[in-house]
């Protein structure tokens, strides 16, 4: 009985034994592996390259925003005038509010004559009539003309109308050209020429000729002849148009 529990102890303590072998040799073992290194080498590297890369992306996303505010208020002050028209008690009068207050005076008068003007172009182009330039500069010659005789000069004139000469010359095309389209039903014949003269005799400056009473005499008539045609032509051209108003002024 001795014996049995002799060896029953010797197995007891073989086991413990051998479990605590197991235990040491079944303890997982972490091996450093170079490719492993490597990978975690590059991960780091990626989240950090991507750290700075948002760094990089965030400055020169303000250096944009700093360079345009720079430049907004550059051109502020280089071009003041075109926002700020004037100041009253140091307080801005704005390009915005000065073109609001003249489209309430004479946006209505100002949109039908470019309505105006569209409607007579396009319809020299479908008649194919045109003015040259040496038509327009033959009326130029008229007006310098007439305003030295005055003792007008001419560049005064133009800036007491507010014009350029480019002003001038696109108005005399458009006027001419009109002129042109109505031609047809303008006719003055000389029984007209002898009724104005005796009827303005006043008109015409002691010593005039004949021949030059004449001359001025239908240059007139024709002109009264255009300022009835011409509207008409207008109002045709507008009945035969499709034009929309988007703004009722």
Same mark, same amino acid.
């Given at each position: ?18 479990? %605590? ?16 290194? %490597? ?73 039908d004559a470019l309505i105006i003007k569209k409607l007579i172009v396009a319809e020299g182009k479908n008649m194919n009539v045109m003015v040259s330039d040496d038509e327009v500069k033959a009326e130029i010659a008229k007006i310098k003309s007439s305003l030295q005789t005055q003792g007008i000069s001419y560049t005064e004139a133009l ?38 003269? $005796? ?12 021949? $030059? ?34 703004? %009722?002024?």
């Amino acid at each position: 009985m001795k014996k049995n529990q002799s060896t029953k102890t010797t197995k007891s303590k073989s086991s413990e034994k051998a479990l %605590k072998t197991t235990k040491k040799v079944s303890k997982p073992v972490v091996a450093s592996h170079p490719q492993v290194d %490597k990978t975690m080498e590059l991960n780091e590297a990626s989240v950090s390259s991507s750290k700075s890369t948002k760094s990089k992306f965030l400055n020169a996303k303000t250096f944009a925003i700093i360079v345009i505010i720079g430049a907004v208020g550059y051109l502020g002050y280089m071009y003041k005038g075109e926002f700020v028209v004037a100041l009253v008690d140091k307080k801005p009068v704005t390009r915005v509010e000065l073109v609001k207050g003249l489209e309430k005076k004479y946006a209505k008068e100002e949109l039908d004559a470019l309505i105006i003007k569209k409607l007579i172009v396009a319809e020299g182009k479908n008649m194919n009539v045109m003015v040259s330039d040496d038509e327009v500069k033959a009326e130029i010659a008229k007006i310098k003309s007439s305003l030295q005789t005055q003792g007008i000069s001419y560049t005064e004139a133009l800036e007491s109308q507010g014009m350029t000469e480019k002003d001038l010359i696109d108005e005399i095309s458009l006027q001419r050209l009109a002129q042109k389209l109505v031609e047809s039903k303008v006719n003055v014949t000389d029984a007209q020429i002898a009724s104005f003269i $005796e009827t303005n005799s006043t008109y015409f400056p002691e010593g005039t000729s004949d021949a $030059e009473k004449a001359f001025q005499a239908k240059e007139q008539l024709v002109q009264s002849a255009y300022s009835v045609e011409i509207p008409k032509l207008i109002e045709e051209l507008k009945t035969k148009a499709n034009i929309s108003y988007l703004k %009722k002024y």
